[in-house]
């Protein structure tokens, strides 16, 4: 076995009431994927953190190549060869895509001013690698969160580190995008690199990976070639216990029409989107990233303005022209972007989780704290939300469990009809199937929903009915038991034109 | 039906209605360092001068920094959502001129002070609309805005004064609200209260409870973090700033109805330069400008320990100049201090 590239040895950090690592250790060796895996919370991205000079470690030593090493910023790390794609991006919206690449190593000419041409020119070479079709001087504000994701990945890649790593590097795109990934991966194996990946989904990581580490409760459980374990034992390292990852879907009696949307369209992303939507059903959404799915529901939302279009709530004829409008009227949004949309993350759990019905906790002039905090309390156990407390800032929970308390602020409007925009994007296998059920059992209670995911097992496992939406229209439409994942797919990619 | 209804996760964590109480933490909070500097402020003035502690000169020292601190409350709610409204000076004088006129036709104190206010929300809607409806950015509208109404009071006022008020007016704005009352007992008393600081209070008290008790509070900390998921959330984000910009030109005018009777004259440089004063107040209050974080009672304890200052400076005949470079040094020691805190607290050398 060559030698390692990067070793951890004991390390170990801890947070005020948490201990994220404890006496971790591992080493990634040149020209191999090394996955990390883990429950929300385990511990997965502090690695990262500490990896990259965000976090300093309470504890323990990073190697890099036999040398001893102390990070105290992301340019340290840098420069000892180690560039990271963090889950929660932070970029430039006003910014360029070819700066949000070289922020912090631009190239510069002569008189160490920035050499713009060099810098396009070299974006747009980064970009090319890896498949994107995105000019480098639009402004990151322009491009979706998959494209945003690709800029990440090139500004990765622009540091020609040793060792990547990539935290979640899929959760937000789709299939096709994830192949051009896995492509890179490979390269940046063959040239001789250590590559360190986190994900959620199974899949990806035997697709992958070479070795694995699996951590729970920031303590190392496991680790190994890759090919030497099954999916089960993985997941019972991970939780500790075997895990039941797929719930039978609830067999719910469907009931009437609650909403029904007919004819909505905006001006150029999507148009005459029409479905009927009844109570218990569950209602998938399927498409590729950009079929304009997210677009339509937040225009029904009222986030964005139609065109045209009516939108049917118990038969009364809805005029939605701001997200309260459709709060008050019983439906709710659970929005794709985290960061940006979903959560607000200098506030505390509870903050968050009352957010979008405060009127429901008013007692007298004021809000009531406990029961604000009942409500907490009662969603954050059915989501299994890892936190040390329920005031703890949004920005100190992982990223899985910041977005169950995203889910939890919207399942306490108690709402008639929810539309879920990738809800599980994040979430681990345990929750996963946790949120699962606990859609299935709102829906048995009478919820309607609306399931907009890029995941297929996802969608057939939970959906009464799927349309497929293809360039901003309703394209197809399939009833459970009487799809396969080659109709649907075949579908939103339009490579099977014959069905009419 | 649900035949094998599935168990859900077992309870693995415990997870805590609230965190732990550390001394640490408590002792960090900004309210607190404001205290301290409080109390440094109230004993190092006593121990300088017999003539700080006397309810009298206190009461006074208040008619110097209340009606700047009743415009400092509406500052507060606008930086913490990411705003700032630099017009309010402005305001107090194009309000002032109103009043002037509005007393040569024979207005009453009430119709007077109905002037200054009507004047402040017509400013405050005009700042608010254009924030909101054409989505400029308020310090660029509010410096726009602080030229056009001081403008427009200097081009009607030329250097003209307005010097006749009623004297009912006159009266509330320069003797005292609520009157010394001895019981015989010589720490208990019923001090004496001018109108503005009995008023800033009063507000302050209502402020407090509105941000730190009400869903709108809440809300206004949820847009001044994160405005997008803020809309998202159902929260009226255009609505309440436009609220709070009438708000703030509405307390701007009603400053400008205490000033104007306190001074018993105007003229259009009234009030020049208030506008950094209140930020000041906001700041030192403990209010971010980036947003989402602050405390009505932070914004109190600083409108007190730089009027405190500003008195006890002044009893002691130091010069102004000194007074501003104190209270620059001041604001910035105040604002660093947690900050190496942190660094020091978060960066432990292993
Ligand atoms: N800045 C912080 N302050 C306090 N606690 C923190 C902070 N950052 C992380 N934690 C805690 O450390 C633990 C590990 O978090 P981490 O982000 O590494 O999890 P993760 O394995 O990446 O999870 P996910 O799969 O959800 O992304 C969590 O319990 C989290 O709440
Ligand atoms: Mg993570």
Redesign the interface.
């Known amino acids: 076995m060559s030698q390692p590239i990067l070793t951890l040895s004991g390390l170990s950090k801890s947070f005020?009431?948490v201990r994220a690592l404890h006496d971790v250790s591992l080493s990634l060796r040149p020209g191999s994927v090394t996955a990390i895996l883990g429950e929300n919370g385990a511990g997965k991205s502090t690695i990262v953190k500490v990896l990259t000079g965000i976090y300093?470690p309470?504890?323990g030593e990073i190697r890099v190549r036999g040398e001893l090493k102390s990070f105290?910023s992301p340019r340290d790390a840098w420069a000892a060869g180690i560039a990271a794609i963090h889950q929660e991006t932070v970029m430039f919206d006003e910014l360029s895509v070819a700066e949000n690449i070289f922020m912090g190593h631009m190239p510069t000419g002569p008189a160490r001013f920035v050499d713009w041409s060099e810098m396009h020119a070299r974006a747009a070479a980064l970009l090319k690698r890896i498949d994107a079709a995105i000019p480098p001087e639009f402004k990151l504000k322009r491009l979706s969160v998959a494209q945003k994701h690709l800029v990440e990945i090139a500004r990765a890649l622009s540091h020609e580190a040793q060792v990547v790593i990539m935290d979640e590097p899929t959760a937000a795109l789709s299939a096709n995008e994830i192949d051009d990934l896995f492509r890179i991966v490979a390269q940046l194996k063959a040239e001789g690199r250590a590559v360190l990946f986190i994900s959620h989904k199974f899949d990806e990581i035997f697709r992958i990976a070479d070795d694995f580490v699996c951590l729970r409760d920031g303590e190392k459980v496991g680790e190994g070639a890759i090919a030497s374990v099954t999916e089960p034992q993985l997941v019972r390292m991970m939780v500790g216990r075997p895990?039941?990852q797929v719930?039978?879907k609830?067999?719910v009696a469907i009931g009437d029409v609650v909403l029904s949307v007919a004819g909505l369209s905006n001006a150029t992303e999507y148009a005459d989107v029409s479905f009927d939507l009844r109570k218990g059903e569950i209602l998938g959404l399927y498409g590729l990233v950009g079929a304009g799915r997210t677009e339509a529901m937040q225009g029904l939302f009222g986030?964005t303005p139609k065109t045209r279009g009516t939108v049917t709530l118990e038969g009364r004829r809805l005029s939605i022209g701001?997200?309260?409008d459709?709060?008050?009227a019983g439906i709710s949004?659970v929005?794709e972007d985290r960061q940006?949309?979903?959560?607000?993350?200098?506030?505390g759990i509870r903050?968050n989780v009352?957010?979008?019905?405060?009127?429901k906790?008013?007692r007298g002039?004021?809000?009531s704290r406990t029961s604000e905090?009942a409500e907490t309390?009662r969603l954050?156990?059915?989501l299994?939300?890892?936190?040390?407390?329920?005031?703890?800032k949004l920005a100190e929970l992982s990223g899985g469990n910041q977005q169950k308390v995203v889910i939890a602020?919207w399942l306490a409007t108690r709402p008639k009809v929810i539309v879920l925009d990738e809800p599980t994007k994040g979430i681990d296998v345990?929750?996963k199937?946790?949120v699962h059920?606990?859609i299935g059992e709102l829906a048995?209670e009478g919820l309607a929903v609306v399931l907009i995911t890029s995941e297929l097992p996802e969608v057939m496992g939970l959906a009464d009915r799927v349309l497929v939406m293809k360039e901003g229209r309703v394209v197809d439409a399939f009833k459970r038991g009487q799809w396969s994942a080659e109709a649907i797919v075949g579908a939103a990619t339009g490579a099977a034109k014959e069905a009419a | 039906m649900n035949m094998d209804t599935p168990v859900p996760p077992v309870d693995r964590y415990i997870v805590l209605d609230a965190p732990p109480r550390r001394l640490r933490d408590v002792l960090l909070r900004w309210e607190v360092i404001l205290v301290i500097l409080l109390v440094a402020t109230i004993v190092v003035n006593t121990i300088v001068s017999p003539y700080f502690l006397d309810v009298f000169n206190l009461a006074d020292a208040t008619f110097n920094f209340s009606e700047k601190a009743i415009i400092a409350l509406a500052m507060a709610l606008l930086i913490l959502v990411r705003e700032i409204d630099l017009s309010v000076a402005a305001i107090v004088a194009l309000a002032a001129m109103g009043i002037g006129y509005a007393a040569e036709a024979g207005f009453g104190p009430v119709g007077l002070f109905a002037t200054g206010i009507g004047i402040g929300l017509l400013c405050g809607a005009f700042n608010g609309m254009l924030v909101t409806w054409f989505s400029l950015p308020s310090i660029v509208v509010t410096i726009g805005t602080m030229s056009l109404f001081r403008g427009i009071t200097q081009v009607i006022l030329g250097d003209q004064a307005k010097t006749k008020y009623p004297q009912e007016f006159l009266d509330l704005g320069q003797s005292y609200f609520i009157k010394m009352k001895e019981t015989g007992i010589s720490w208990l008393f019923v001090p004496p209260v001018p109108l503005s600081f009995l008023i800033f209070l009063v507000l302050a008290v209502l402020f407090g409870l509105v941000l730190h008790k009400t869903a709108v509070g809440r809300q206004l900390f949820a847009i001044g973090s994160n405005p997008v998921a803020a809309r998202f959330s159902g929260i009226p984000v255009d609505k309440l700033r436009f609220l709070l910009f009438v708000v703030s030109g509405m307390l701007s005018g009603l400053a400008g109805a205490l000033l104007t009777a306190r001074l018993g004259s105007m003229r259009s440089n009234i009030g020049v330069g208030w506008e950094l004063d209140i930020v000041t107040m906001v700041i030192l209050g403990g209010v971010s400008i980036a947003g989402g974080v602050g405390s009505i009672l932070g914004v109190v304890l600083a409108v007190l320990v730089l009027g405190l200052v500003t008195f006890g400076m002044s009893l002691n005949n130091i010069p102004g100049q000194v007074v501003s470079v104190y209270i620059g040094a001041l604001l910035i020691a105040v604002i660093a201090i947690p900050r190496i805190l942190d660094k020091v607290r978060v960066r432990p050398i292993r």
């Not at chain 1, 940006?340 to 506030?347: K, N």
């Not at chain 1, 009352?354 to 009127?359: D, E, F, Q, R, Y």
């Open positions: 005020p009431g300093r309470s504890d105290s895990v039941d719930f039978p609830r067999d986030i701001a997200p309260s459709a709060i008050t949004y929005p940006e949309q979903g959560a607000i993350v200098s506030l903050e009352t957010l979008a019905n405060l009127s906790y008013i002039l004021f809000l905090q309390r954050g156990k059915r299994a939300v890892k936190a040390a407390n329920w005031e703890q602020k345990g929750s199937a946790a059920d606990f048995s």
